[in-house]
Structures are given as structure tokens and as C-alpha cells.
């Protein structure tokens, strides 16, 4: 069973800064790429950011300059630091992962993690 699980969440002001963590946990192979999605109130979920196993990186318009994802292979783990936040950025956030459970057999699954709330507000 392979499990991401997200933290890091919560409530900050507008222009503050939050970091998500997302940590893998199991039994497989290989995690390629790793995203962060968010999914706010009556709205469709949402790329935010993702990032490659060699470490590239794209991010949706709305938070290039003021988020950035990274990744430690060695823990497979993915954070997202934001800063400047604003109230349109309130959201639950989710991690999210293809995973090569194993490779003879190859077995592949999209993971994603449980969510983690962020609220901007005042």
C-alpha cells in the first residue's frame, strides 16, 4: 500500500507564507513525478505546481513567483513554500504521485494524498 500524506497546512494571513510537505510511504519502486493540486470551495481541483524526478519544474500562472516546489528524492518527499499569500490561494491542497509499485510485474498507480486545508484570511 503505498500512502502520501500531506502536512503543513492551516490558517495565515494575507501576504504570509506557508510550507506544505508531502511525504511517500510504502512499498514500491519508483516515484516520478510528484504535484501539488488544489481544489477550492464550488471549483474544479487545480494544477498548482509539479516537479520531475530530475528536479524540472512547471507552475500553474496564478502562483509562478510566489510558490516553489522542491523535492528530496532520498525522502520522497515534495514541499511547496508560499509565500505572499492571498485569500484566492484558500484551498485544500494535495499531493500527488505516479508510482511504479514494482517493475516485474510493472504495476503503476496515481496516488494522492488526503488534502491538507489553507486558509488566507484576515
Known amino acids: 500500500q503505498v500512502q502520501l500524506v500531506e502536512s503543513g497546512g492551516g490558517l495565515v494571513q494575507p501576504g504570509g507564507s506557508l510550507r506544505l510537505s508531502c511525504a511517500a510511504s510504502?512499498?514500491?519502486?519508483?516515484?516520478?513525478?510528484m504535484g501539488w493540486y488544489r481544489q477550492a470551495p464550488g471549483k474544479q481541483r487545480e494544477l498548482v505546481a509539479i516537479?520531475?524526478?530530475?528536479?524540472?519544474?512547471n507552475y500553474a500562472d496564478s502562483v509562478k513567483g510566489r510558490f516553489t516546489i522542491s523535492r528530496d528524492n532520498a525522502k520522497n518527499t515534495v514541499y511547496l513554500q508560499m509565500n505572499s499569500l492571498k485569500p484566492e490561494d484558500t484551498a485544500v491542497y494535495y499531493c500527488?504521485?505516479?508510482?511504479?509499485?514494482?517493475?516485474?510485474?510493472?504495476?503503476?498507480?496515481?496516488?494522492w494524498g488526503q488534502g491538507t486545508l489553507v486558509t488566507v484570511s484576515s
Open positions: 516537479i520531475s524526478s530530475a528536479g524540472s519544474t
Open positions: 500527488n504521485a505516479p508510482v511504479v509499485v514494482t517493475l516485474t510485474p510493472f504495476k503503476n498507480l496515481e496516488v
Open positions: 510504502g512499498s514500491f519502486f519508483k516515484i516520478n513525478a
